[in-house]
């Protein structure tokens, strides 16, 4: 079992900057596919990105794979997600997710998949 925190979530004005942060505390990470999620006021929650903890391709979002970069940190069993260029309508609340990773690319971008999720952290955008 694994949980999930994540930080870094904050206020911008449009065109700026957030680095978001989920610490990963359980083992083994590695066994894990994580992905973030966003849920904005009255819609529903909507795929972000997603990638192995320990290695391999990030999938990614339209809205975000020109504007939004993954990395981790193993030391720390961080993964980051950097957004830039950050606009109104990407105002949402962010979540750290989890599954137990199988070897099969089905249903990574549906929030049924994840079997772990943090408390979410918010993100607002002024312009």
């Known amino acids: 079992q694994i949980q999930l925190t994540e930080s870094g979530g904050g206020s911008v004005q449009a065109g700026g900057s957030l680095r978001l942060a989920c610490k990963i505390s359980?083992?083994?990470?590695?066994?894990?596919?994580m992905a973030w999620f966003r849920q904005a006021p009255g819609k529903e929650r909507e795929f972000v990105s997603g990638t192995r903890y320990s290695t391999g391709p990030t999938t990614w979002a339209d809205f975000a794979k020109d504007r939004f970069l993954n990395s981790r940190d193993y030391s720390s069993k961080t993964l980051y997600l950097q957004m830039n260029n950050l606009q109104p309508e990407d105002t949402a609340v962010y979540f750290c997710?989890?599954?137990?990773?199988?070897?099969?690319?089905?249903?990574?971008?549906?929030?049924?998949?994840?079997?772990?999720w943090g408390q979410g952290t918010q993100v607002t955008v002024s312009s």
């Open positions: 359980g083992s083994p990470a590695s066994a894990y596919y």
């Open positions: 997710a989890a599954f137990r990773f199988v070897g099969s690319d089905s249903g990574l971008t549906s929030e049924k998949t994840y079997s772990h």
